[in-house]
């Protein structure tokens, strides 16, 4: 079982960049991947990215393709996702979540999860 706290997000204007951190601890934090959701106001949680403990990379969000960069450093046990060109459709609360094994967009197959950072994007 990992502990999960993200941090990273805020107020950003259209166009901007922000890159969300996760950091993890617990043991064997390299055998997990680290998927990032989102879940705007009155919608779904859903999947954005995903990165296992052997640096394969699954994106989920079609909206977001070309602007995501996931990357993570196993010796300091933390996942970082940047977003560039930032939309107000973008809006929403960005969660990082642990599961053994690989990356997969179904979140109830992650059972580990972080308390959310929240991300506004508006002018």
């Known amino acids: 079982q990992l502990q999960l706290v993200e941090s990273g997000g805020g107020l950003v204007q259209p166009g901007g960049f922000l890159r969300l951190s996760c950091a993890a601890s617990?043991?064997?934090?390299?055998?997990?991947?680290i998927g990032w959701f989102r879940q705007a106001p009155g919608k779904e949680r859903v999947g954005v990215q995903c990165?296992?403990?052997?640096?394969?990379?699954?994106t989920f969000a079609d909206s977001m393709k070309g602007r995501l960069t996931i990357s993570r450093d196993n010796t300091k046990n933390t996942v970082h996702l940047r977003i560039d060109d930032l939309m107000p459709e973008d809006t929403a609360v960005y969660y990082c979540a642990a599961r053994q094994g690989g990356c997969t967009d179904s979140y109830g197959h992650y059972p580990d999860w972080g308390q959310g950072t929240r991300v506004t994007v508006s002018s």
């Open positions: 990165m296992d403990g052997n640096g394969e990379i699954a």
């Open positions: 617990g043991s064997r934090f390299s055998y997990h991947a």
